[in-house]
């Protein structure tokens, strides 16, 4: 019982007993069982103050049983489902609040989940709109579609579904890949850098060095980085993939990190903040700085792709270039790697040094041979 450090977070534990509607705590009571929470952190204060506000629960009766009431509506269960601590702990979870409340219910909404069938999930991506009415991307459909397969998946674990309707319809390719990169020869970086508030810049550095996720960023804590190291190290729960992964930081970061440590909230445990609160959104302030630097076509997700790319021209291999943005395959990387035409002369140029070479040597070696 208690807490428990492992590799990705602290866990804590507990003997509780579940009478089919609360679970509550029950030290020494027969027929309770060991239930276990991830806390979603590996600062041993913050898991200290999670395992009290849990202890709290439990003795108050406040977080619902786990063990299947008859049937339930998808309504029912996407309450639940936002209840989950695993749920709530991920760095995407206001997503999952939005896309569920707003999109998923009101359509799925009293169906029971035994119900809801793959042509239901069909159903819902051909009738999704916009607020203003219009057709959304596919990519946003398919954001839907991947929360209710989790959704559905967490059901799947309770005993509540015996399959997952959502995992049996495909998600179409959106095709939204983008090559966008900041051009040197014009000087953007420098322009949006300068262009930016206060607040923006060090979350600028971070996305167009080791280009982390938006959500990597803004969702970082102390906790995470290793000063003396000069490393981040992210756990499963911080990333979009769901892999944790080691970030090295190049010595101006590092630098970054310790000027923001110097001057940090007590109190705050992110990494990022506005006058002292966490940032919830950045839009306004990059839209601002894009627009002053002229740079109108920018997405903040394109310096992901500036990161990617100046690895590769760094000369970092696919592999360590893989682990540090974090895709899992090479067609992802490459996905990411724009190559330009500055790109295609360097590498004529190297390849004229080679052959240049290489004759030399064959035309040393025929003159010595006839020596």
């Known amino acids: 019982m208690g807490l428990t450090r492992r590799r990705d977070s602290y866990y804590v534990e507990f003997p509780v007993l579940d009478d089919g509607k609360t679970l509550r705590l029950a030290r020494g009571v027969p027929g309770a069982k060991l239930k276990r929470w991830k806390v979603g952190t590996l600062n041993r204060t913050t898991a200290k103050d999670q395992e009290a506000i849990l202890k709290t629960q439990l003795l108050n009766g406040t977080i619902a049983s786990e063990k299947l009431a008859g049937p339930m509506t998808f309504k029912a269960w996407a309450e639940r489902y936002l209840e989950i601590p695993e749920i709530k702990a991920l760095a995407s979870y206001c997503n999952h609040v939005e896309k569920g409340t707003c999109w998923l219910v009101p359509f799925f909404g009293d169906t029971l989940l035994t119900e809801i069938t793959p042509e239901d999930v069909e159903a819902y991506r051909a009738q ?25 998946y967490q059901a799947v674990k309770r005993g509540l579904l015996v399959s997952n309707p959502a995992a049996k319809v ?72 769901r892999k944790p992964r080691k970030v090295p930081l190049t010595p101006e970061l590092t630098g970054l990190f310790r000027d923001l440590y110097k001057v940090r909230y007590l109190g705050q445990d992110r990494v990022f903040l506005r006058n002292g609160e966490s940032i919830r959104s950045v839009r306004t302030a990059f839209e601002l700085a894009k627009e002053r630097a002229k740079l109108n076509d920018l997405r903040f997700h394109d310096l992901r792709h500036c990161a990617a790319t100046n690895m590769r021209r760094a000369g970092a291999d696919v592999m ?9 395959s090479e067609k992802m990387l490459r996905r990411y790697n724009s190559i330009d035409e500055a790109d295609l002369k360097q590498a004529a140029s190297r390849m004229n040094t080679y052959l240049t070479l290489a004759h030399q040597e064959a035309t040393a070696q025929a003159q010595n041979s006839a020596i």
């Open 320 to 328: 360590t270039a893989m682990a540090i943005i974090g895709h899992r």
């Open 170 to 241: 495909t998600m179409p390719d959106p095709h939204n890949e983008r090559d966008r990169v900041l051009s040197g020869e014009e000087e953007e970086w420098e322009r949006l850098y300068a262009e930016a508030a206060p607040h923006m810049k060090p979350i600028l550095k971070v996305a167009y060095c080791p280009g982390l996720c938006y959500g990597e960023i803004v969702n970082l804590t102390w906790d995470r980085v290793d000063l003396k190291r000069g490393i981040i190290t992210l756990t499963a729960k911080d990333t979009k993939a």
């Open 128 to 152: 999704r709109r916009l607020k203003n009415g219009k057709l959304p991307t596919v990519a946003t459909v398919n954001q839907d579609h991947a929360i209710l397969k989790q959704m559905l």
